[in-house]
């Protein structure tokens, strides 16, 4: 009996331990392993500081997707030997003929100066919508600001789904709007890229569009250190 062993359940393992299960026999067995039981739908997290989604219209459980056939492990994976071919996990070990590592990516706000000990929460001025934890704190912040100045600041590319910085920015401005204090708040959009976008033709229509919703845009700008205490 042949074994592939998948790491990570998200999106692209589940998607390719489905398709392996249907493509290969039953002489070969498929184990995938997560740490986490539930199913993240992430783009949907840019739409919870907007009151628009909840954290549950995100979230199910991964059982519900994973195909028969498949087996299910949830642990933590602490180590893969590729000598012996083997996962290790803290409540046991997997050897396997093929490794899958279909882990994602994730945030890293400590490799950013100034911004070492960050973490969600609804009181600290900033915030991201790149994890469920801190798009839910990014909600209750956002609930009631009323006053004051936004920066929308992509730290480095690339990031997840291109478009979504731009998507935030207007739906803030759409946001603030309709609470009836956007003539309150100043929106800034701070990029390294050479303009809003990385393509001509859409860099051009959605400038004109910040233009027009007076929302700044600051381009070529590399994030190198935050001063939470002083808030630039």
Same mark, same amino acid.
């Given at each position: 009996? !042949? !074994?592939?062993?998948?790491?990570?359940? $998200?999106?692209?393992?589940?998607?390719?331990?489905?398709?392996?299960?249907?493509?290969?026999?039953?002489?070969?067995?498929?184990?995938?392993? /997560?740490?986490?039981?539930?199913?993240? +739908?992430? %783009? $949907?997290?840019?739409?919870? *500081? &907007?009151?628009?989604?909840?954290?549950?219209?995100?979230?199910?459980?991964?059982?519900?997707?994973? %195909?028969? #056939?498949?087996?299910?492990?949830? /642990?933590?994976?602490? $180590?893969?030997?590729?000598?012996?071919?083997?996962?290790?996990?803290? !409540?046991?070990?997997?050897?396997?003929? +093929?490794?899958?590592?279909?882990?994602?990516?994730?945030?890293?706000?400590?490799?950013?100066? #100034?911004?070492?000990?960050?973490?969600?929460?609804?009181?600290?001025?900033?915030?991201?919508? &790149?994890?469920?934890?801190?798009?839910?704190?990014? +909600?209750?912040?956002?609930?009631?600001?009323?006053? $004051?100045?936004?920066?929308?600041?992509?730290?480095?590319?690339?990031?997840?789904? *291109?478009?979504? *910085? @731009?998507?935030?920015? &207007? @739906?803030?401005?759409?946001?603030?709007?309709?609470?009836?204090?956007?003539?309150?708040?100043?929106?800034? &959009?701070?990029?390294?890229?050479?303009?809003?976008?990385?393509? *001509?033709?859409?860099?051009?229509?959605?400038?004109?569009?910040?233009?027009? !919703?007076?929302?700044?845009?600051?381009?070529?700008?590399?994030?190198?250190?935050?001063?939470?205490?002083?808030?630039?």
């Amino acid at each position: 009996m !042949k !074994k592939i062993v998948i790491l990570g359940s $998200g999106a692209g393992g589940t998607m390719c331990a489905a398709k392996l299960r249907r493509e290969l026999g039953r002489d070969w067995e498929i184990t995938i392993i /997560d740490n986490d039981e539930m199913h993240h +739908y992430q %783009p $949907g997290w840019l739409f919870i *500081p &907007f009151g628009i989604y909840t954290a549950d219209d995100c979230q199910k459980p991964k059982r519900d997707f994973i %195909p028969s #056939g498949v087996e299910f492990v949830l /642990d933590e994976v602490v $180590g893969v030997n590729p000598d012996k071919r083997v996962v290790e996990c803290k !409540k046991g070990k997997y050897d396997y003929d +093929y490794l899958i590592v279909a882990t994602g990516c994730h945030p890293a706000p400590e490799e950013v100066d #100034g911004l070492e000990n960050w973490k969600p929460d609804p009181k600290a001025n900033e915030q991201t919508f &790149f994890t469920l934890e801190s798009a839910c704190a990014l +909600y209750k912040r956002m609930k009631y600001f009323e006053k $004051g100045k936004m920066i929308f600041n992509i730290a480095e590319m690339p990031h997840k789904c *291109p478009v979504v *910085p @731009m998507e935030f920015i &207007f @739906m803030a401005d759409w946001f603030f709007a309709k609470n009836g204090c956007r003539d309150n708040i100043e929106i800034e &959009f701070v990029t390294p890229n050479t303009g809003l976008f990385t393509k *001509p033709i859409a860099t051009k229509v959605m400038t004109a569009t910040a233009e027009e !919703k007076e929302i700044l845009v600051t381009p070529n700008f590399d994030l190198e250190t935050v001063n939470t205490e002083e808030k630039y």
